[in-house]
T-cell receptor, first 113, second 113 residues
């Protein structure tokens, strides 16, 4: 069975600092991996996704993530945090079309000035 | 860009009442899903639907829940007799034949009183 573990339910950074949100997955077959962002009282917005090919994936708003098969990780990074990045971030995994997208518990990112 | 549309955005219902949440998936998508998110918790898979039948469901999706595609455009989730613990944000999603083609709607916040 697939699963996702997000280390750290809450991450706090200063504006301009590096953002690192951790995600580890468990999957018996090559996974498809996603990061979603959720702003308060809003829906899920896709940040980026890994399917096949290049292991470093660039997404919206300056975020990127690297798929590391040997570490079963898909950590999300952004070189310089902005106040507008404060939100809930979810990592998710699926194996094939039509199957459930399994979410992690989420990480709340706070950005201070 | 094509969107998944959910109505209503917020619904309040009394315990024991039936509710129907509505979704219009992206027109050329083949797979349809419902997820829920209890306040402050992770997004949980409920059910997937393909070729006019349920293809996968979670333990949450018990006999109180049902899904239907009554016509060529709508996809509905019915909760037969709502409980207080059904209060959550419900997200509809659809995808094409690609496992990374998920698109989520903006959600319906269901409040059971």
């Amino acid at each position: 069975a697939q699963s996702v573990t997000q280390l750290g339910s809450h991450v706090s950074v200063s504006e301009g600092a590096l953002v690192l949100l951790r995600c580890n997955y468990s999957s018996s077959v090559p996974p498809y991996l996603f990061w979603y962002v959720q702003y308060p009282n809003q829906g899920l917005q896709l940040l980026l996704k890994y399917t096949t090919g290049a292991t470093l994936v660039k997404g919206i708003n300056g975020f990127e993530a690297e798929f590391k098969k040997s570490e079963t990780s898909f950590h999300l990074t952004k070189p310089s945090a902005h106040m507008s990045d404060a939100a809930e971030y979810f990592c998710a995994v699926t194996q094939k079309a039509g199957t459930a997208l399994i979410f992690g518990k989420g990480t709340t990112l706070s950005v201070s000035s | 860009e094509p969107e998944v549309t959910q109505t209503p955005s917020h619904q309040v219902t009394q315990m024991g009442q039936e509710v129907i949440l509505r979704c219009v998936p992206i027109s050329n998508h083949l797979y349809f899903y419902w997820y829920r998110q209890i306040l402050g918790q992770k997004v949980e898979f409920l059910v997937s639907f393909y070729n006019n039948e349920i293809s996968e469901k979670s333990e949450i999706f018990d006999d109180q829940f049902s899904v239907e595609r009554p016509d060529g455009s709508n996809f509905t989730l019915k909760i037969r007799s709502t409980k207080l613990e059904d209060s959550a944000m419900y997200f509809c999603a659809s995808s094409d034949s690609n496992p990374y083609g998920y698109t989520f709607g903006s959600g319906t916040r269901l409040t059971v009183v």
